[in-house]
């Protein structure tokens, strides 16, 4: 049985590499679910292959107007719904139906990093790779621009978005 359509879509936080397990939970119990994947190429030693993996690795979706602290609490690899302030967060349904019409369209995509200007950034490959950066601000899709400190100087340069990652702040 499948409760009904109205309620809310919420994210739920779940174990790494849980994802499909409780997506397969979600739906025994006849929650409305959604667990965006996407196909992508793993190398192993003696093989590559294309795999489904889920699109926001820790998180699968779930529609419900009843509670869901009752699922959360018995659901193994759960960790907790997504909140602000100490209140649920829904995730508004134009953002599901956006997602869900992207996975089931025919064009390729995939997930990018999610970078706001002001933030440092280190480049993890190409030429550029070791540098450390601020963002400055977003050009184009995938695109985005940070400033290198060379010779204590500052100079801007177009990089992709896959190729940095965010630097965390160091606790203190």
Known sequence: M????????????????????????LEYRGYKHFLPTCRVRRRWSDRVRVVEEPLFPGYVFCKSQRNLMEVIRDSPGIVRMVSFGGRPQPVPDREIEALQQIVRGKREYSAVPYFRAGQKVQVISGPLTGISGIITQFKKRDRLVISLDVIMKSISVEIDGSEVTLVQAAAG
């Open 2 to 25: 499948l409760f009904s359509d109205t309620g809310s879509w919420f994210a739920l936080q779940v174990l790494p590499r849980h994802e499909k397990s409780v997506d397969k939970t």
